[in-house]
């Protein structure tokens, strides 16, 4: 079973240019999640997909930040403009569900930094 | 406000010196709490998951226990091989999924 596909790996920009991302998730996977991962800490959730309607997108820095899941499958995470601090790993997981005990599988993630 | 905190930080450990580590958690409604291995410029890694207090899961050296409060990751007699960094995530009642900030292992040979 082919895992979470992320492109690209690595991304360098200067500040205030924009930059977009994309996330293919496990087949037949209904739900997907956008995380931001700062060096040192723990995945912060951005955005949650199910299908390719959003459930939840509070953290979510809406003045910079969009993301898109058409048709339910594929999504891309778009930042403009982007600022320093937004340098992080992007990381896309993909899960079944959101049943009891289900978990999600994550792509390699696109390590962006901001110059 | 839904949280998840995981301690220690770090932790250095000579080849087979077993330990644990903790994931405390306080979150409205568990359905699921789940454990993560990443490895440096990897995505997380899944390992287990537990939803009922008093579950145990076990792969190879590692074993996942949950109680109503939190759970442990317990390393018996680790490898080089299993350093890494150790996430915990949980499910509550709406679907999120959040990560505590996780514990970076360095198993000395």
């Known amino acids: 079973e082919a895992g979470v596909a992320q492109s690209p790996r690595y991304k360098i920009i200067e500040k205030r240019q924009s930059v977009a991302f994309w996330c293919n998730p496990i087949?037949?996977?209904?739900?997907l999640y956008w995380y931001q991962q700062i060096l040192g800490q723990g995945p912060k959730l951005l955005i949650q997909?199910?299908?390719?309607?959003?459930?939840?997108d509070s953290q979510l820095p809406k003045d910079r930040f969009s993301a898109e899941r058409l048709k339910g499958v594929d999504s891309t995470l778009k930042i403009q403009p982007a600022k320093l601090e937004d340098s992080a790993v992007y990381l896309c997981?993909?899960?079944?569900?959101?049943?009891?005990?289900?978990?999600?599988?994550f792509g390699q993630g696109t390590r962006l930094t901001v110059v | 406000e839904d949280q998840v905190t995981q301690s220690p930080e770090a932790l250095r450990l000579q080849e087979g010196e077993s330990s644990s580590l903790n994931c405390s958690y306080t979150v409205s409604g568990l359905r699921g709490l789940f454990w993560y291995r990443q490895d440096p410029g990897k995505g997380p890694e899944f390992l287990f998951t537990?939803?009922?207090a008093g579950e145990e899961k076990e792969k190879e050296r590692l074993k996942a226990t949950l109680t109503k409060k939190e759970s442990f990751l317990h390393i018996t007699a680790p490898k080089p091989e299993d350093s890494a960094t150790y996430l915990c995530?949980?499910?509550?009642?709406?679907?999120?999924?959040?990560f505590g900030s996780g514990t970076k292992l360095n198993v000395k040979p």
């Open positions: 537990l939803y009922s």
């Open positions: 087949s037949g996977h209904a739900t």
């Open positions: 997981a993909s899960a079944h569900g959101t049943g009891e005990g289900t978990e999600a599988f």
């Open positions: 995530a949980v499910r509550g009642n709406f679907n999120k999924f959040y």
């Open positions: 997909f199910q299908n390719n309607g959003v459930v939840d």
